[in-house]
């Protein structure tokens, strides 16, 4: 399974899994399909929603971290210095919790429907959490 469909609110996103940069956190990820969840917006980041996870361990170490994804780029946080959590972007971000600066790792990027991220955001930060489900495609 190369392709996975999100649909977040009342947007359809199709996205590919970043297996040679992340292939741990993709093979984690993978486990939990499918995966409904409810995402809000994010507090310290910037233009970016979060599904938080609280304590769950899913076994993983740092891989293609960054700081700054760009938009449509999903990061898996494993959790340490904050919760584990799932964060995307879709406008400037620089991802951070109260504890400070943060890196996630890069394993999903959307690459149909970007056009419909900005709406997603304003949508989450202006009317709230909003269902989110990601699945096989």
């Not at 609110?9 to 970043?18: N, R, V």
């Not at 938009?71 to 584990?84: H, N, R």
Request: glycine content about 12%; hydrophobic content about 40%; charged content about 15%.
């Amino acid at each position: 399974m190369d392709r996975i469909r999100i649909v977040a609110g009342p947007y359809t996103f199709g996205a590919h899994f970043e297996d040679a940069n992340a292939p741990y956190s993709c093979a984690a990820f993978r486990q939990l399909l499918p995966y409904k969840q409810r995402i809000i917006h994010v507090r310290w980041s910037g233009e970016a929603c979060w599904i938080p996870l609280g304590d769950l361990d899913l076994g993983l170490g740092f891989e293609n971290a960054t700081s700054y994804p760009s938009p449509g780029q999903i990061l898996l946080y494993p959790g340490g210095i904050s919760e584990t959590e799932i964060l995307l972007g879709y406008g400037a971000v620089q991802f951070a919790s109260k504890a400070g600066q943060l890196a996630g790792n890069h394993f999903l990027t959307i690459d149909q429907g970007l056009e419909n991220l900005t709406p997603l955001g304003k949508m989450v930060l202006w009317q709230g959490a909003q269902d989110i489900l990601f699945e096989a495609a």
